[in-house]
C-alpha cells in the first residue's frame, strides 16, 4: 500500500511527522498529488492541538489519476483549498455553492488523514483547480484559500464601486490588489499608519488610520466593506460611512459577535454577508484573474518539515508574519533570483524608496538568515 509523509496537529501544539497509508489503486475519480507548496492560514492555528493532518491551501503536481479522471493527466499543476468534496446532487450544489452543501467536506470536518503538509495527498479531480502558467507554485498556495476568500466577497463588485478593507494582513493585503485591479476604488482602514506607503503601492486609493478617532471622514461612502483584521471592528465608526444597499462582509475567524446597530442596517438596507471559502467556480475565476493581472501575495518561505512548520506558526501566532507563510520541501527552496536594476546610488531616503518599489512590484528578493540549526529561509515579495 502506498504511503506518504504527512504532519499533524497533537495535544503539545507542535507539529508532528506521520504517514498516511492509501490503497494501491486510485479509485474514481481521485488523483494523487505531490505537494510543491503548502500556505500556511490563521485557520491551522485552531488545529494546531487537533489529532489531523494541517494545510488547506496545497499546491502540487498530479502524479497519477483514477480512471474515471476526465481532465488531469500526471504533470499538471493543481490546487486545492478548503472544500475538497460535496454531495454534489442537493439544490446547494445544482445551484454552484457546493461550499454550502449539507454533506461539504471542508478542511477540520473531514479527512483528517491528509491535508497540504504533507508530500502527498489524494482528492477528488472535480475539487483540484488548475494552476495557471502565470503563477508559480508558491505565490499560487496561499490563493487558494485566502486569495479565494476576498475574490468570493468582491465577485460582482462594480468597477465604479468603492471597495472598504479593514486590516492589512494576510487577507487584506490581497484584498487591495484584487479590488484595485478590478478597478474600484480601494479604501483602507487600519489602526496606524504604519501601512500607508504599502498599501498605497498594492493599490489603495485612499488610507485611514482609525485609532483614537470619534469620526471617520471619507471622500466616498464604502459600498462593499471586507473585514480582514483580526477584531471586530468599532461599528460606531464604519456604518455611518456606509453607502445605501452596501455590503459587510467578515472574513476573518473570531468567536466574538457582530454588534451592529440594528435601525441603521434597515433604514440604509445595508446587509451583512458571511463568507465560508470560494465555490469552485468562483476559485476558478480567481486564479485566472490573478495570473492575468499578477497579483502575487508577500510571502515568507519555511521548510515542510517538523521544525519548518512550528518556527511559521510560531511566528504567525506572534503576529510577526510578512503576510503569508509558505511551506515548501527541501528540492523547492533553492532556486535562483532574477537580476535587479542598480539600486545603490543617491541619498538613503533615495535607496529605500528603490528598494521598496522594487520589493513591491517586481519581485523576488531573498533574504538569507542563518542561525544555529535554523536552515536559510527566502522573503519573497
Known amino acids: 500500500m ?15 511527522k506521520s504517514t498516511t497509508t492509501k490503497p494501491d489503486q486510485l479509485t474514481g475519480d481521485n488523483a494523487l498529488v505531490k505537494v510543491t507548496a503548502s500556505g500556511l492560514c490563521g485557520t491551522d492555528m485552531h488545529y494546531k492541538t487537533t489529532d489531523m493532518v494541517l494545510g ?6 498530479v502524479e497519477a489519476v483514477g480512471p474515471d479522471c476526465k481532465y488531469l493527466k500526471k504533470g499538471d499543476r493543481v490546487g486545492w483549498g478548503y472544500s475538497v468534496n460535496s454531495c454534489g446532487h442537493c439544490m446547494e450544489c445544482i445551484q454552484g455553492y457546493e461550499t454550502t452543501c449539507p454533506e461539504r467536506e471542508l478542511f477540520g470536518e473531514a479527512n483528517f488523514d491528509q491535508g497540504s503538509m504533507a508530500t502527498h495527498a489524494v482528492w477528488h479531480e472535480s475539487f483540484l483547480h488548475q494552476i495557471p502558467d502565470g503563477l508559480d507554485d508558491v505565490h499560487a498556495a496561499p490563493l487558494q484559500c485566502g486569495g479565494a476568500t476576498v475574490y468570493t466577497a468582491l465577485d460582482g463588485v462594480s468597477p465604479n464601486d468603492t471597495v472598504g478593507i479593514i486590516g492589512v494582513g494576510g487577507l487584506g493585503h490581497l484584498a487591495i490588489q484584487f479590488a484595485a485591479k478590478m478597478g474600484c476604488k480601494v479604501v483602507v482602514f487600519s489602526g496606524s499608519d504604519r501601512k500607508k506607503d504599502e498599501a498605497s503601492k498594492l493599490g489603495a486609493s485612499e488610507f485611514i488610520a482609525t485609532k483614537g ?13 471586507l473585514v480582514t483584521a483580526a477584531s471586530p471592528p468599532d461599528w460606531s465608526l464604519f456604518i455611518p460611512i456606509m453607502a445605501p444597499r452596501s455590503g459587510i462582509y467578515p472574513l476573518s475567524v473570531s468567536d466574538g459577535t457582530v454588534d451592529i446597530p440594528y435601525m441603521d442596517l434597515i433604514l440604509n438596507a445595508i446587509k451583512v454577508q458571511g463568507v465560508v471559502v470560494g465555490t469552485r467556480n468562483v476559485h476558478r475565476k480567481m486564479l485566472e484573474f490573478a495570473a492575468h493581472h499578477q497579483i502575487k501575495p508577500i510571502v515568507e518561505l519555511f521548510p515542510l518539515s517538523e521544525a519548518g512548520i512550528k518556527q511559521a506558526m510560531d511566528k504567525l501566532d506572534k503576529g510577526e508574519m510578512y503576510y503569508r ?10 532556486f535562483s533570483l532574477p537580476k535587479t536594476p542598480k539600486i545603490s546610488t543617491g541619498s538613503p531616503k533615495k535607496i529605500l524608496e528603490r528598494m521598496t518599489i522594487l520589493i513591491m512590484n517586481c519581485g523576488l528578493i531573498a533574504k538569507e538568515k542563518v542561525a544555529e540549526k535554523e536552515a536559510p529561509r527566502l522573503v519573497h515579495r
Open 213 to 225: 478617532v470619534k469620526e471617520i471622514k471619507i471622500s466616498t461612502k464604502i459600498n462593499r466593506l
Open 2 to 16: 502506498p504511503s506518504f509523509t504527512v504532519f499533524k496537529g497533537n495535544d503539545s501544539g507542535a507539529p508532528k
Open 325 to 334: 507563510g509558505v511551506l515548501v520541501p527541501e528540492e523547492k527552496r533553492r
Open 56 to 61: 488547506h491551501e496545497g499546491v502540487g503536481v
